[in-house]
């Protein structure tokens, strides 16, 4: 038995793209970085993708509503922290909005890059983490697009079942990948 078609009329309202889009699963990632102050800033993202091998590029979309736009945008660097299922907590923590992200108990899993002091933040025990210098910003309706050139990878062995963004809710597949 097939499902019924949602046949959708032009143009396209915000309501149904954010439904039609929730059947898309994407990784959950917690992008980090300093801001002009040397504090540390950082944010859920269900938007970064790998964008090319020669040179290693990736991108990550922040809301332009987000508090960490800004230092986003403006930092030379920035770190993607792969979660697992264990994350869920900190994904949860780090994607609401007005929180000092850092400023709780949580916070202590974070630390600076290996062999930097000023680096942007890692989270202890991810399942992988690529730090990056940032390339270019190019506004995108209401996010903004961040390109960085991976100048780290740390990748854990012993990885868990990665945790994704999936009808709105953080998810664990529960099958980590051999």
Not at 27 to 42: E, P, W
Not at 70 to 99: I, Q
């Amino acid at each position: 038995m097939s499902a019924p078609v949602r046949r959708l009329a032009a143009p396209l309202d915000a309501d149904t793209f954010r439904e039609a889009m929730s059947h898309l699963a994407t990784a959950v990632s917690i992008v980090t970085t300093t801001d002009d102050r040397g504090r540390r800033r950082g944010f859920t993202a269900g938007s970064v993708v790998s964008v090319s091998l020669d040179p290693p590029l990736l991108l990550v979309g922040v809301d332009n509503r987000s508090s960490c736009l800004n230092a986003l945008t403006g930092s030379r660097e920035f770190a993607v922290n792969v979660l697992g299922e264990s994350h869920r907590g900190l994904a949860a923590l780090f994607a609401r909005h007005g929180a000092d992200r850092f400023d709780t108990a949580d916070a202590h899993e974070f630390a600076p890059w290996p062999g930097s002091q000023d680096g942007p933040p890692l989270l202890a025990g991810t399942n992988a983490a690529y730090r990056c210098t940032t390339v270019n910003s190019v506004p995108a309706g209401d996010h903004h697009l961040v390109i960085g050139r991976l100048t780290g990878v740390v990748m854990n062995e012993h990885a868990e079942p990665p945790l994704v963004w999936y009808r709105r809710a953080f998810v664990a597949t529960g099958d980590p990948h051999q």
